[in-house]
Every structure is written in structure tokens, then in C-alpha cells.
């Protein structure tokens, strides 16, 4: 499994920016797929996740209710809708992908980064 993140860039406070990302391989619709992030000086953090079948997902307490996590498996996609973004969601973000519930041990694309002007 192959993974590529894209739609990085600069906002403004309370702005929106949706993150994709692009899997490849025949498989890529049975793994989980997560978000993560890490901020200048900051160890990695989660962000998000989403089920194989896109039914259930997971948001930490800094992202819930302002990210949502999605998937089109027809597309090999998975999305972090970001919205009311704050300055400390600065970060590089990151895609991860598992089929052992392990993200660490899973599958990573290189990060897009996020800047949050005040």
C-alpha cells in the first residue's frame, strides 16, 4: 500500500481546508485509515481514523467537531474535512493506513502541510 497525501496549505483563523488522500493497491479498501499530525518541535498526534467500511471513525478530543473523516473506497480516497481552524493546527499532516488496527506498524505517504494564520 501505497499512500500520498495532498491539499496542504495556508488559511486563515476559522478558515477550511480539506486534506485527500490517495491510496493505491487492490486492498486499500480493507484497511483503516488515520490522520496524524505533528507541529513544529511536537511529538506526532492523532487525529483521526476511519474504518475499512467508512462506518466507524474516530476523532481526538483537538478535532472532533470541527474535522470529519470520510472515505470513497470506489476511489482509493480518504478526506480530513478541516473546519474553524486554529492557529495551533499548524502542523505536517500525515496519512497512515492498517490492516492490523497498528498504525505505527502500518503504512505512511509523506505529509502535507498545514499553516493557520492568525
Known amino acids: 500500500v501505497q499512500l500520498q497525501a495532498s491539499g496542504g496549505g495556508l488559511v486563515q483563523a476559522g478558515g477550511s481546508l480539506r486534506l485527500s488522500c490517495a491510496g493505491s493497491?487492490?486492498?486499500?479498501?480493507?484497511?483503516?485509515v488515520g490522520w496524524f499530525r505533528q507541529a513544529p518541535g511536537k511529538e506526532r498526534e492523532f487525529v483521526a481514523a476511519?474504518?475499512?467500511?467508512?462506518?466507524?471513525?474516530h476523532y481526538s478530543d483537538s478535532s472532533g467537531g470541527r474535522f470529519t473523516i470520510s472515505r470513497d473506497n470506489a476511489k482509493n480516497m480518504v478526506y480530513l474535512q478541516m473546519n474553524s481552524l486554529k492557529p495551533e493546527d499548524t502542523a505536517v499532516y500525515y496519512c497512515?493506513?492498517?490492516?492490523?488496527?497498528?498504525?505505527?506498524?502500518?503504512?505512511w505517504g509523506q505529509g502535507t502541510l498545514v499553516t493557520v494564520s492568525s
Open positions: 497512515a493506513a492498517t490492516a492490523s488496527g497498528s498504525f505505527y506498524s502500518g503504512y
Open positions: 493497491g487492490p486492498t486499500f479498501g480493507s484497511y483503516a
Open positions: 476511519i474504518r475499512w467500511s467508512g462506518g466507524t471513525t
